[in-house]
């Protein structure tokens, strides 16, 4: 059974800092998904991470992934206030054919103060 | 545009009562998603379906009910076996193609049942 661990849970910081989430899994994947969830909305698509030492930055998140330690971390830098909200990693599952689940984590509540 | 919705936005019913939610995607998409997510938690994998016709237990199909009649539309029946039906559920579509297995959110359906 595929396991989606991340930590911290909970990310206080202050704005202007640096923090990074990270993201282990248990068994092999490729495909590595980073989504941000806002109060009571949907999930955004963030990074799309299709192979081993991919990175990609947007804005102040950059999210890079390592295949052979089985993690995937989500940096920020000079956080602002604008990117508090629960950021999830999900891995995905080729199970047959081209068909895919994913497995998320429990998200990383991420508070920016002032 | 193209995308998800989801209807009602929020739904409250009584115990006992079963309840159907409402996923309409026109990104013509193959296969289809239902999640679930409870406060502080990740999304569970209720349901899902590769092809019209088709569909697959998830993690927690235990009480929920799909079909998968038309390509554009996946409603989910949450019965009244289901013991804790209190949730945000999340429809998802992705195209599953080779590569392409990115999932795109609707806007989600609170449920209060009381």
């Known amino acids: 059974e595929l396991k989606v661990e991340q930590n911290p849970l909970f990310l206080s910081m202050q704005e202007g800092k640096n923090y990074t989430i990270y993201c282990n899994y248990s068994t092999t994947s490729d495909r590595l998904y980073w989504y941000r969830q806002d109060p009571g909305k949907s999930l955004e698509s963030l990074f799309v991470l299709l192979s081993n030492g991919a990175v990609k930055q947007e804005g102040r998140l950059m999210a890079s992934l390592d295949t052979k330690a089985r993690l995937s971390t989500l940096h920020i830098t000079a956080a602002v206030h604008d990117l508090s909200a629960t950021y999830f990693c999900a891995v995905s599952r080729k199970f047959w054919g081209s068909n895919y689940k994913l497995t998320f984590g429990k998200g990383t509540l991420l508070t920016v103060n002032p | 545009d193209g995308g998800i919705t989801q209807s009602p936005k929020y739904l409250f019913r009584k115990e006992g009562q079963n309840v159907t939610l409402s996923c309409e995607q026109n990104?013509?998409?193959?296969?289809m998603y239902w999640y679930r997510q409870d406060p502080g938690q990740g999304l569970r994998l209720i349901y899902y379906?590769?092809?019209?016709?088709?569909?697959q237990k998830g993690d927690i199909a235990e009480g929920y009910s799909v079909s998968r009649e038309k390509k554009e539309s996946f409603p989910l029946t949450v019965t009244s076996a289901q013991k804790n039906p209190t949730a945000f559920y999340l429809c998802?579509?992705?195209?599953?193609?080779?590569?392409?297995?990115?999932?795109?959110f609707g806007p989600g359906t609170r449920l209060t049942v009381t």
């Open positions: 379906s590769q092809i019209v016709n088709d569909f």
């Open positions: 998802a579509s992705s195209q599953n193609r080779q590569g392409t297995d990115e999932q795109y």
């Open positions: 990104l013509n998409h193959d296969a």
